[in-house]
């Protein structure tokens, strides 16, 4: 009974004080929710068999990691900055390959304001144009780039380039300044850390995830969005919230709304590694994903509301 309540609370502390470090464990550390759901299956047996410390060893794991976990589920309270709505996507597109007439389709029928794109390329932004992205949402801060480290962000308003945040790893992220009327201003990066996917991997990025911006609560509105390949579980990422960020899809109580793996050569659950991240003085309204071919990621939308100018 002991083998299969240890691991259990073995985890619990592991989440709970943030100790993920290194590979495997940054990896492992996203499929908390998973581990919270099967918590409940040592807990029957141990109480079926009346194995009470084993009991109360993995009944104190269970309530820790639904402590952890649970509060996605729930919509928090928003703040209603009284400035106007700003309507925002992520797409992350696999090497440049996603399909193009899929994005611009979910732009036009979202009214999206703001489209950030990660994994980048010549042959995307040509593929994009085609589509007509540039007739929905015409002004762009483009970084097209082969491979995986190219970023965008389009925008229905104008926008100011403020250059691309290379990281030591080679990727990189699009900054943009937006001016939405009657709203204080906006700063925007199309966010893309390293993935953790190897113990080499795993340290670039911890260090990537480390040097996304802080928010500004009393500057310029700030708002982070794309694949963080990182969730609520990293506490890499709750660190970087804690600086004055909120992920929408927690607020929204949309926090397991899986965006990765979408791909049918992947037969792992699924987890929530793009997010949009959001100055804490913005409102949040609905939340959602969508599928988006020849991607392995779903496309995060969310509705905001922004502070008044």
Sequence with gaps: MWLLAVPFAAWAALRVLGLESGFPAVQLIAFTPYVAAASLVPLLV????KRIWPAVLTAVATVALAACVVP???????PDPGGPGL??????????????????GLVRQLHVDLVALQEYTPEARTALDAAGLDDVLPNAVSYPKPGVTGS????????TDLGYRAFPSTFGQAQAAVTVPGA????????????PASSRLSHCWERD????PAATPDGAVSLLIGDFNATLD??????LLATGYRDAADVAGAGFEASWPYDERWYIPGVVLDHVVADRRVG????????????????????LVLPKG
């Design 152 to 159: 965008a962000v389009y925008s229905r308003f104008p926008v």
């Design 46 to 49: 141990a109480l079926l068999t």
């Design 209 to 212: 995830i480390a040097q996304e």
């Design 184 to 195: 204080k201003d906006v700063r925007v990066e199309s966010v893309h850390p390293c993935a």
């Design 87 to 104: 309507r925002v996507l992520s797409v992350n597109m696999l090497m440049g390959g996603a399909d193009a007439g899929t994005i611009v």
């Design 234 to 239: 990293h506490e890499k990422f709750r660190e």
């Design 72 to 78: 996605r589920w729930i919509a928090d309270s928003s």
């Design 284 to 303: 949040v309204g609905k939340v959602s994903v969508h599928q988006v071919p020849q991607s392995d990621h779903k496309a995060v939308f969310a509705e």
